[in-house]
């Protein structure tokens, strides 16, 4: 049991690992989007294979992982919803007259927002 948990924990350590050391600073707004969406992918991966083994919901260090990672689930919520915000008020100042000509002069872009999907809306079973 705790053998083949041993081993998918070492993949998703290995591809957190490698998310973290890929030049995130050098990369654009949208790829680090699409990176952090996928990060929150590989940390919902952990989640449900846990769930297949019910001994380690029992384990100490376990209960001590899941309550950071509501803390930390929370905090990039809150950075979420402040980005999200930020890139509506700076859509809606872009699109206003006489911003949206000196906007289109300078080619102002055009910077995605934060999607949940479905699934990342659903509270995760711990």
Do not use: C, W
């Not at 990060?39 to 019910?54: A, H, K, M």
Request: charged content about 30%; glycine content about 4%.
């Amino acid at each position: 049991m705790v053998k083949g948990y041993s081993n998918h924990e070492e993949q998703v350590f290995t591809k957190i690992a490698e998310l973290r050391t890929s030049n995130y600073d050098s990369k654009s707004i949208n790829d680090k989007i699409a990176e952090n969406q996928n990060f929150s992918g590989i940390i919902g991966s952990l989640n449900l294979t846990v769930e297949n083994y019910p001994e380690l919901k029992a384990n100490e260090e376990y209960k001590r992982l899941s309550e950071n990672l509501v803390i930390i689930e929370d905090e990039i919520a809150l950075s979420r919803k402040y980005y999200n915000g930020t890139i509506r008020d700076y859509q809606k100042f872009t699109q206003m007259f006489p911003n949206n000509l000196l906007a289109k002069l300078l080619k102002s872009p055009e910077f995605l927002m934060f999607e949940i999907s479905e699934n990342e809306k659903e509270n995760i079973k711990i």
